[in-house]
């Protein structure tokens, strides 16, 4: 049986974020929900650009129990294109600020990794979780950024660029090579003086499809950071190409991921179904009560 109590016998884990002072819990698992404003998403690209739809959209998940809601403007899938700074602020910007008008209440995260945008979109919206798929790599005034403005952070690790990250990725020991980047990585936020960090192994950036079930497999190994641990693997191609079938049909496997993930101590699922995720976290949460 995998839920056991055995763990926190060793490790006792960080459970909880502080986000403008007021503490998100992560003593049960919770889940983020996404919205894309880019047009090219792997999955939801174009379904969100305008005011409505992304209103609908995160009315509609925070009413199906998400924590979290994650805003993106630029698209990350392998091969993506590259924007501007502009460009993915004028994206941003305007779909944070009708969000935050609408949910005042609802704690909010960023999908981006450059600081001057995390800046300029804290500054008129309010504070704001970072979550940078870079880990620092693309911008290095992200982690001194982060610091001064007292935001959590999602620490992901990628190998490449999203342009480059599925070009033959290689690892000597996925788990082993991602925990030496965490290592550092965080060892360095917390110079910079970061308060509040998660982990994020980063499913399918620069990882084939037996990395990416490799890690999954070994993903309690990622409880020794004592650090809350987010889990992205909602609809991405481990799923769909594993099954062959085509994103849109991928929501069951993504059901069974998202458990997986539970079960290895997955403190935050990033998902596009909230309301999927809710019911997997809260089985989880019965198994985790009649074993204890």
Known sequence: MLITSTASKFFKRKHSINLNGNLIDLKDPVVMGIINVSPDSFFDGG????????????????????????????????????????????????????????????????DTFRSWVALRVM???????????????????????????????????????????????????????????FS??????????????????????????????????????????QLPLMVGMSRKSMVHKLLEIDPDNSLPGTIAGNTMALLGGADILRVHDVKEAVHAVKMFNMLKEVAN
Do not use: W
């Not at 995160?58 to 993506?80: C, F, H, K, L, Y």
């Open 123 to 181: 500054d008129e919206t309010g504070e704001c979780i970072v979550n940078d798929i870079s880990g620092g790599n693309f911008d290095d005034h992200m982690f001194d950024t982060v610091a001064k403005l007292g935001i959590p952070y999602i620490l992901m690790h990628i190998q490449g660029t999203p342009q480059t990250m599925q070009d033959s990725p290689e690892y000597e020991d996925v788990i082993k090579d991602i925990s030496n980047y």
């Open 47 to 110: 379904k969100y650009t305008e005011e409505d739809a992304i209103l609908k959209h995160a009315e509609q998940m925070i009413e199906e129990g998400a924590t979290i809601i994650d805003i993106g403007a630029v698209s990350t899938r392998p091969g993506a294109s590259h924007i501007s700074t502009k460009e993915e602020l004028s994206r941003l910007l305007p779909a944070v600020k009708t969000i935050r008008k609408h949910f005042p209440d609802a704690p909010l995260s960023i």
């Open 184 to 225: 550092e990585k965080v060892r360095k936020l917390t110079k910079a003086g970061v308060k509040d960090v998660i982990i994020d192994p980063g499913f399918g950036f620069g990882k084939t499809l037996e990395h990416n079930y490799d890690l999954l497999n070994r993903l309690d190994s990622f409880k020794v950071f």
